[in-house]
């Protein structure tokens, strides 16, 4: 159950612009969006932000977005935007199986990650989440595979999706219905088969 519930329709003209405005086509809007449409100068901030980090203007690939974004997410615990972007990105993103369970509760070190830019990918994600910081070792791996654009979009796009997950854990939001069943606890369960 929700600690703040997601606004509901039918929504005032306002509210429904800004909502048709953060979902793609004419899907209905997920419930993050109607959560932070109770405090429509923040959805705003947040919708452009958020537009910025899954269109072509992020320097970074789809493929580089989602292991960040799903690394951050899961080392965060929020299972309801790490299901989400489980259930719409991680095909779309080239990721196996096995990479979307290790990036849920393994390590850059697991055999499934043969790519060593994916695998600096996922240790920065990790260094941002443990220390807020990239050492000098992890900076040189970093810039070897990355130009300054793309390093300054990475540090803010783990530091856009911990907020994300904060607001999505803090709320209790309930996960996304009609998604496959993407949750961390069973993404991290080698029992449960392919994530």
Do not use: K
């Amino acid at each position: 159950m929700p600690r703040i519930a997601p606004l509901e329709p039918p929504y005032d003209a306002g509210t429904a612009e800004l909502l048709a405005r953060m979902m793609p086509g004419d899907a209905p809007p997920i419930a993050l969006f109607r959560l932070l449409a109770r405090n429509r100068p923040l959805a705003e901030a947040a919708h452009a932000m958020g537009r910025h980090q899954l269109s072509r203007s992020l320097t970074l690939g789809v493929r580089d977005r989602e292991i960040l974004i799903d690394r951050t997410t899961a080392r965060c615990g929020a299972d309801y935007e790490w299901g989400v972007h489980v259930a719409v990105y991680a095909e779309r993103a080239g990721l196996t199986p096995e990479q979307v369970t290790s990036l849920a509760s393994g390590a850059s070190t697991d055999a499934c990650w043969t790519d060593e830019r994916d695998r600096t990918l996922v240790d920065a994600a990790d260094a941002l989440h443990d220390t807020a910081d990239v050492d000098g070792a992890l900076w040189a791996r970093l810039t070897a595979h990355l130009d300054d654009a793309q390093v300054l979009d990475l540090v803010v796009l783990c530091g856009f999706y911990h907020a994300v997950s904060y607001l999505a854990r803090v709320a209790r939001l309930d996960p996304e219905p009609g998604l496959a069943d993407n949750s961390l606890s069973r993404s991290s369960d080698p029992a449960s088969g392919s994530a």
